[in-house]
C-alpha cells in the first residue's frame, strides 16, 4: 500500500477562485509528480520535482505552480481557476535513485471541478 | 517521439473468461522500458509490471500475463479466470529511464467484468 496521500479528493469551486491540492508522501521519495487526468484519458506530466527547491515543468502546459519546500509536500496551486482546469489531478512518487522496478507510487488523485 | 497505443477503449467480459488488453509502443529509443498500471474506481494508479526492452521473457505472476513481443513492438496483458475485482482502467506505459519525467501513458483501457 503506497503511502501518498491526497486532499481534498473532490473540490468544487466557483471561478476565479484560488485553490491548492496537497500532496504528502511519507516514503522519503526525492521525486515527485503531478499529473493531469481527464476522463477516460490519458496521463498527462505537468510538473515534477527532483528534490527540495527544485521544481519543473512537465510536457502539458499548465497554468498551475508548484512548490517544494519539504521533501515530503508537494502542493499545487491554481490562482484563478477556471472552467477549463475541470480535470482529476494525480500525485506521485519515486525514489532518487532508479530502482529496479521503476515503480511511481500514486496519490488517489483530486477531481476538481470549476463552475 | 514516444507514442502508447491501447486500441481498446473498453472491454466488457463475464466472470472466468480470459481477456487480453493490446497495447502497442513506438520509440526511437533502443533502451526503454514498458509499464502497466491498473486504475481501479478508487482513483490511484496501482503499478503491476516493468518489462526491459533487452528482456523479451514473458512474465506470469498468477492470473496475470505479460507477453512482450519486441518485433511488433506490442506488450500485451492478459488476465486468466477474470474476477469482478479486476474491472478497472488499465494504462500501459513507455519511458526511456526510470523516472515519471518521461513516462508516456497510453489512453486505457476500461475493463468491466460482469458477474
Known amino acids: 500500500e503506497a503511502d501518498i496521500y491526497q486532499t481534498p479528493r473532490y473540490l468544487v469551486i466557483g471561478t476565479g477562485k484560488k485553490i491548492t491540492l496537497e500532496c504528502s508522501q511519507t516514503m522519503g521519495h526525492d521525486k515527485m509528480y503531478w499529473y493531469q487526468q481527464d476522463p477516460g484519458m490519458e496521463l498527462h506530466l505537468i510538473h515534477y520535482s527532483y528534490g527540495v527547491n527544485s521544481t519543473e515543468k512537465g510536457d502539458l502546459s499548465s497554468e498551475s505552480t508548484v512548490s517544494r519546500i519539504r521533501t515530503e509536500h508537494f502542493p499545487l496551486t491554481l490562482e484563478s481557476a477556471r472552467p477549463s482546469h475541470t480535470s482529476q489531478y494525480l500525485c506521485?512518487?519515486?525514489?532518487?535513485?532508479?530502482?529496479?522496478?521503476?515503480?511511481?507510487?500514486f496519490g488517489e488523485g483530486s477531481r476538481l471541478t470549476v463552475l | 517521439a514516444q507514442k502508447v497505443t491501447q486500441a481498446q477503449t473498453e472491454i466488457s467480459v463475464v466472470e472466468k473468461e480470459d481477456v487480453t488488453l493490446d497495447c502497442v509502443y513506438e520509440t526511437r529509443d533502443t533502451t526503454y522500458y514498458l509499464f502497466w498500471y491498473k486504475q481501479p474506481p478508487s482513483g490511484e494508479l496501482v503499478f503491476l509490471i516493468r518489462r526491459n526492452s533487452f528482456d523479451e521473457q514473458n512474465e506470469i505472476s498468477g492470473r496475470y500475463s505479460w507477453n512482450f513481443q519486441k518485433s511488433t513492438s506490442s506488450f500485451n496483458f492478459t488476465i486468466t479466470a477474470s474476477q469482478v475485482v479486476d474491472s478497472a482502467v488499465y494504462f500501459c506505459a513507455l519511458s526511456e529511464r526510470l523516472n515519471g519525467q518521461n513516462f508516456v501513458f497510453g489512453p486505457g483501457t476500461r475493463l468491466s467484468v460482469l458477474p
Open positions: 506521485a512518487s519515486s525514489e532518487r535513485r532508479e530502482t529496479q522496478t521503476g515503480e511511481l507510487f
